[in-house]
């Protein structure tokens, strides 16, 4: 099933090393998306696998092909680009040909594919108009078609819906993703929107300063997030520090500023811990885990209220409840509690 394989793959830029040794690998019809802060590496490597910029080491393999050494024209790899790249003085259907006709397909074999990628994107009843006539979500489209026609066997996307206004985007997501998903299309997109990559993909791939920190499917990610980055860039977290104070049977106590809480997991006693759990799995009241607090705010939004405590420099204290909490107020003290197994726990950190 292993489809793409990028191996030990290092860039530098004037002597700085951005990625080194990275490793990635992606099945036949996943939908993968890099996930990671600005500067991590995203579109350094997504121009690596797309043959728009070559690798100091490492190799691509796509479809038990090594192409590392392949122009980008001959890896039948197509890309999205943030900007569309379009070009304005063309129209839409003419964009969309462009990749047919750089590759010398005859006249009059490229029409029919032309007329079909632009319904796919539902853009068809716009074929004749110039570019510049669209809206931003239009041009996206068209920059889905022009990525689609030319049949790639791999679709990378580069942040392909961030100038686009909310409504907007999650629509996108959800067109995109069902084009995929019927056409079998195995696609890389690249986004440092958290809740785009987990709503559109199969697996994400969490990148922090050019490594993969993390790949798995969006919900083993937000619960079992494999370092105290991966917590607190995917979804939002209550995180404390502590110190280790017992530790049997692969379960540790750890003193926090707050109280003292228990979490599975294997750390020398007296280690520095990082304890974290997810806001929605904590509640108002005792739990097998409690800690009490003074409430800086209490942030009703309607689906939800927000509970925010005073926490100690480097720690956060958040409560997410269900629906609409009033009697809840600023400077109340409240102790919060949930369960052990939710309770996620790092060492390391101070
Ligand atoms: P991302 O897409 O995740 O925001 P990039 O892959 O664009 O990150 O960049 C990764 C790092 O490489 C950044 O530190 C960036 O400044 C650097 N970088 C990227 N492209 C170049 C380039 N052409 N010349 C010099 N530095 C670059
Ligand atoms: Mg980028």
Known sequence: RRYLDVWGVAKSFKGTRVMSGMNFRVDRGELVSLLGPS??????????????????????????????????????????FQNYALFPHLTVAENVAFGLRARGTPKAEIAGPVAEALRLVRM?????????????????????????????????????????????????????????????????????????????????????????????????LYARPASPFVMDFVGLSTRVSGRVTAAAGGMLQIESPYGSLRAAGDLPVGAQAMVGVRPELISVGQGENSLTVTLEDAMVLGSKTVLHGRAAEGDRILCELSGIRSGLARGESVTLGWEVADTLVYGGEA
Do not use: W, Y
Request: charged residues 25%; glycine residues 8%; aromatic residues 4%.
């Open 39 to 80: 500067g991590c590496g995203k579109t350094t490597l997504l121009r690596i696998i797309a043959g728009l910029m070559e690798a100091d080491e490492g190799s691509v393999v796509l479809g038990g092909r090594d192409i590392s050494r392949f122009p980008a024209h001959r890896r039948n790899v197509s890309v999205v």
């Open 124 to 220: 068809e009843s716009f074929a004749e108009r110039p570019i510049s006539a669209l809206s931003g979500g239009q041009q996206q489209r068209v920059a889905v078609a022009r990525a689609l026609v030319v049949r790639p066997d791999l679709l990378l996307l580069d942040e392909p819906f961030s100038a686009l206004d909310r409504k907007l985007r999650e629509t996108m997501q959800v067109e995109l993703k069902s084009l995929l998903r019927d056409r079998g299309i195995t696609a890389i997109f690249v986004t440092h929107d958290q809740e785009e990559a987990m709503g559109v993909s199969d697996r994400i791939a969490v990148m922090n300063t050019g490594k993969i920190e993390q790949f798995a499917d969006p919900s083993t």
